[in-house]
């Protein structure tokens, strides 16, 4: 069983950055794919950027080039920094882990087995 739990949410403004962190415990992330998801108010949850045990990585082309996902295996922690963020990207994100075979297929749309609770994104203009 894996625990997720994200932090790093906040208000910012328009072109502001943040980074979002997913803290695991219970096993080790080194094997899992590991991915970011958003939801937003009336909307359906989306896939923003995925890496694999690998450390390949997958994004979503409406933040591609702005940003980045990444893993800390020693600290077993997530990351998703974000950079010229844009109204649009306001959306409750959440981490998610899945077997490494989710990576090989397409994996922001995969079926992911565990979840965080989330983290709170707000992009004003």
């Known amino acids: 069983q894996v625990q997720l739990v994200e932090s790093g949410g906040d208000s910012v403004q328009a072109g502001g950055s943040l980074r979002l962190s997913c803290a695991a415990s219970?096993?080790?992330?080194?094997?899992?794919?590991l991915g970011w998801f958003r939801q937003a108010p009336g909307k359906a949850r989306e896939g923003v950027a995925t890496?694999?045990?690998?450390?390949?990585?997958n994004y979503a082309d409406s933040v591609k080039g702005r940003f980045t996902i990444s893993k800390d295996n020693a600290e077993n922690t997530l990351y998703l920094q974000m950079n010229s963020l844009k109204p649009e990207d306001t959306a409750m994100y959440y981490c998610?882990?899945?077997?490494?075979?989710?990576?090989?297929?397409?994996?922001?749309?995969?079926?992911?087995?565990?979840w965080g609770r989330g983290t709170q994104v707000t992009v004003s203009s």
């Open positions: 219970g096993k080790s992330l080194k094997n899992y794919c």
């Open positions: 998610a882990a899945a077997p490494q075979w989710v990576c090989l297929l397409d994996s922001l749309k995969g079926d992911f087995a565990y």
């Open positions: 890496v694999d045990s690998y450390s390949s990585t």
